[in-house]
C-alpha cells in the first residue's frame, strides 16, 4: 500500500463518522425543536380560543353569530397551518368554529371530567397534525388542530443538508489526506534523492538540501543518514591514511612475510583416521614451507613435508617455497619419494627438508608425533611437550607448544583421531 492509499483509508472514514455523527444531532435537534413549535403553536390557539368561549353565557349562540363568525375566521387564517378549530362536548361532539375546519378523524376522546391542556399527535409515520384540547367552561372545550407538513418538509431539508454536509466532508477528507500524504511522499522522494546523493553535496550544498525538508522526522532521518555517511567517510579517511602508511614503510621483506602468511596459513587437517596440525610460528623465513603429498604405497600413506629454501633475496625465497610444495604435492606419487625430494630440493635451493608419514589403518600404536623445523633447543622441547600431551589433540598440542615456547619455526603434529594416532618415528 502507497502513504496516500494509507492516509485516505484512515482519514476518509473517520471524517465520514464525524460528518454522520455531527448529521444525526443535527436531525433530531432540528426535529425535536420543530414538533415543540407546532406544538406549542397548536396549543395556544386552543387556549386563547378557550379562554373567550369560557367567558361566554351561551357559547352556541354567540359563536353561530355572524360578527363572532367573522373574527373568528380572521383569527384563525393568521394562525400557519391550522387545519381546524372545534368546540368539543361533553359527548365528544365536535362543532367547527373555523371556516374550513377539516374533519377529525379519530374523534377526539374526552370526557369532559377535569379537562386539562392536551397536546395529541397522530402515532402514524406521516405525522401528519398536531392537536391541543383546552377546557373552556363546564362540560366544553377547544380543540385546535395545526399541519405537520412543516415538520416533514424541515426533515427531507435537513436530510438533503446532512447528505451534503457528508458529501463535503468526504471531499475535503479526501483532499486533506491527499494534500498531507502529498506532502510525506515528496519529502520522502527527496530524502532518499538527498541520501543517496549526500556524498556529492558538499558542506554548504548540503546544509541549503537538508533545510527544504520541512518535517521533522524527515530532517532526522536525514541527519542521521548524514552523521552515518561523515562516519563511513571517516573511516575510510583513516583507512586510506592507514594504508598509505603501511605502504611508505612496506619493503620487500615486510611484503613477502605478509605474502608467506597468505600462501602458507596454519591449518588443522583429517586424512582418514588420521589428524594434522601445521602451525608457522613467530617470523619464519620466506623460504619455509610445508606440503601435504600421498605415497603410492602399499598403505596409501600421507606424507607431511618441511623445508626451507635459501637464495639471496626474500621474494626469490618465497617464490621457491611456492613453487616446491607445488612440484612436491604433484609429482610426489609418480615420481617415488626419494627422487620427488631429491629433484625438489637441487630445483628450489632447498636448505633442509625434512618428511614424516601419516600411519596406515593397520598401525595399532598410539601417540602424537611431532615434526619441526626450528632451533635444536627448541625443538628438544617442543618434543617433550608432545610426549607429555596426554589427551591433547594435535592442534591443542601446537597450542600449548606455541604458548610456551613462543618458538620460531614450522610445526607439524599428527595423531590418530580421537587421539589415537600410530607409532610415528621422525625420519631426515
Not at 380543540?143 to 427531507?156: E, G, K, S, T, W
Not at 489526506?177 to 558538499?202: C, D, H, K, T
Not at 621483506?253 to 602451525?279: K, Y
Not at 601417540?367 to 627448541?378: G, M, V
Amino acid at each position: 500500500m502507497t502513504v496516500r492509499t494509507i492516509f485516505m483509508a484512515l482519514s476518509v472514514p473517520l471524517f465520514l463518522l464525524m460528518a454522520a455523527v455531527n448529521g444525526a444531532v443535527l436531525y433530531f435537534q432540528e426535529q425535536s425543536e420543530m414538533s415543540r413549535a407546532l406544538t406549542e403553536q397548536a396549543r395556544a390557539a386552543a387556549i386563547v380560543t378557550a379562554e373567550f368561549i369560557a367567558e361566554m353565557d351561551d357559547p352556541g349562540a354567540e359563536l353561530t353569530a355572524p360578527l363572532r363568525q367573522d373574527a373568528i375566521n380572521a383569527a384563525s387564517d393568521h394562525i400557519v397551518g391550522l387545519q381546524g378549530l372545534y368546540l368539543v362536548e361533553r359527548s365528544g361532539t365536535l362543532t367547527p368554529l373555523a371556516a374550513g375546519s377539516m374533519p377529525w378523524s379519530p374523534p377526539v376522546q374526552w370526557s369532559g371530567v377535569n379537562a386539562q391542556a392536551t397536546v395529541l399527535q397522530d402515532d402514524t409515520s406521516e405525522a401528519s397534525f398536531f392537536a391541543a384540547i383546552h377546557p373552556a367552561g363546564e362540560g366544553r372545550a377547544v380543540a385546535a388542530r395545526i399541519d405537520a407538513a412543516p415538520l416533514l418538509a424541515n426533515r427531507a431539508e435537513i436530510i438533503q443538508i446532512i447528505l451534503s454536509i457528508i458529501l463535503g466532508v468526504s471531499v475535503f477528507a479526501a483532499a486533506l489526506s491527499w494534500f498531507v500524504a502529498q506532502r510525506i511522499v515528496r519529502e520522502l522522494r527527496w530524502n532518499g534523492l538527498y541520501l543517496a546523493n549526500s556524498a556529492a553535496f558538499p558542506g554548504p550544498e548540503q546544509t541549503a538540501g537538508a533545510a527544504q525538508l520541512k518535517i521533522r522526522e524527515t530532517r532526522d532521518l536525514s541527519d542521521a543518514a548524514a552523521l552515518m555517511n561523515a562516519s563511513r567517510e571517516a573511516a575510510e579517511t583513516r583507512h586510506r591514511r592507514d594504508a598509505e602508511r603501511s605502504n611508505q614503510r612496506r619493503d620487500i621483506h615486510t611484503a613477502s612475510r605478509q605474502l608467506h602468511t597468505e600462501t602458507f596459513p596454519n591449518g588443522a587437517f583429517v586424512i582418514g583416521d588420521t589428524e594434522i596440525a601445521v602451525r608457522i610460528c613467530g617470523n619464519v623465513p620466506p623460504g619455509a614451507f610445508y606440503a601435504l603429498a600421498t605415497a603410492d604405497d602399499e598403505c596409501g600413506s600421507t606424507h607431511v613435508v618441511i623445508g626451507r629454501c635459501l637464495a639471496s633475496e626474500p621474494d626469490t625465497d618465497l617464490a621457491n617455497a611456492a613453487a616446491a610444495r607445488r612440484f612436491i604435492e604433484d609429482n610426489f606419487v609418480t615420481l617415488g619419494r626419494e627422487r620427488c625430494l631429491s629433484l625438489a630440493k637441487q630445483a628450489f635451493e632447498i636448505e633442509t627438508l625434512d618428511w614424516i608419514a601419516c600411519p596406515g589403518a593397520q598401525t595399532d600404536q598410539h601417540h602424537t608425533a611431532l615434526l619441526c623445523d626450528t632451533e635444536e633447543q627448541t625443538a628438544s622441547n617442543a618434543h617433550r611437550i608432545v610426549q607429555n600431551s596426554g589427551d591433547l589433540t594435535p592442534d591443542q598440542t601446537l597450542n600449548a607448544i606455541e604458548s610456551l615456547l613462543n618458538p620460531v619455526g614450522i610445526f607439524v603434529t599428527l595423531g590418530r583421531r580421537n587421539n589415537s594416532a600410530g607409532q610415528i618415528k621422525p625420519q631426515r
